[in-house]
């Protein structure tokens, strides 16, 4: 079966299918919507054969659906059915969760994407759990307001850095990873990595969307469930 991964972001909308090598794109923005996405990801893949659809997108996912709407782009998608509007069967997942997902390589992983804000998420063995830490209060305002692109903007590149290490010090303090993988297209822009961290890559959103229909992922997710609801039985 081949699969169309389709990664939303705040300033471009990219794809690409299996078999394929190089991605197309396009541009997004504040005003462009969920039905205008599907309706020009259908023409930007037109030559491509896709069977299957997985979407990353900026902001929570529940059941394969937006449950709020994206800071960066425009209004519309939460609830929106993709399924139904491609006609195909259709995961959604967090877009830092599915390039997390690409990037994993075993035990506890925290992944931070440094783009148009600051996307999270975390693997353990192999189970995904997305994250909104970029909007947590830090500061004067929330990290993603000292770690996005409006931050290198406005602070310049050495005052960002400075709080891009201060910002993965204190996550990793709390949240005690084994691995740390940095991704977004600033990354590239750190001089020196803080400790425990690696480079990730844009590309590996899509190994990320690829994996998304993979059986032994959908098997652990599923246990998860499970033991979550074992879990809350016994309490």
């Not at 069977?51 to 998608?77: C, F, M, Q, T």
């Not at 005690?176 to 400790?195: I, M, R, T, Y």
């Not at 469930?225 to 074992?230: D, G, L, S, W």
């Amino acid at each position: 079966m081949n699969i169309l991964v389709i990664d939303v972001g705040g300033t471009h909308v990219k794809i690409l299918a299996s078999g394929e090598k190089v991605k197309r794109e396009i541009d997004s923005g504040p005003t462009l919507t969920a039905r205008q996405m599907v309706s020009s990801v259908k023409k930007l893949a037109d030559g491509w054969e896709y069977d299957l659809v997985s979407i990353g997108y900026p902001g929570p996912v529940v059941h394969d659906r937006p449950v709020a709407e994206p800071h960066n782009l425009g209004k519309g998608w939460m609830g929106f059915n993709f399924a139904a509007a491609f006609k195909l069967p259709t995961k959604v997942i967090n877009d830092a969760a599915m390039q997390a997902l690409g990037s994993y390589r075993s035990g506890k992983m925290l992944f931070l994407g440094l783009g148009t804000g600051l996307g999270s998420a975390m693997i353990i063995d192999g189970i995904v759990q997305p994250m909104e830490l970029g909007h947590l209060p830090y500061k004067k305002r929330v990290y993603e307001d000292y770690v996005g692109a409006r931050a290198l903007e406005e602070f310049g590149r050495k005052a960002w850095r400075k709080h891009v290490e201060d910002v993965v010090e204190y996550l990793v303090a709390a949240l005690q990873p084994e691995d740390v993988v940095l991704g977004g297209g600033n990354s590239k822009l750190l001089k020196k990595l803080p400790p425990l961290c690696r480079l990730g890559d844009n590309a590996n959103a899509f190994k990320g969307g690829f994996r998304m229909w993979e059986g032994p992922l959908k098997g652990k997710i599923t246990r998860s469930r499970k033991q979550t609801a074992q879990a809350a039985m016994a309490r």
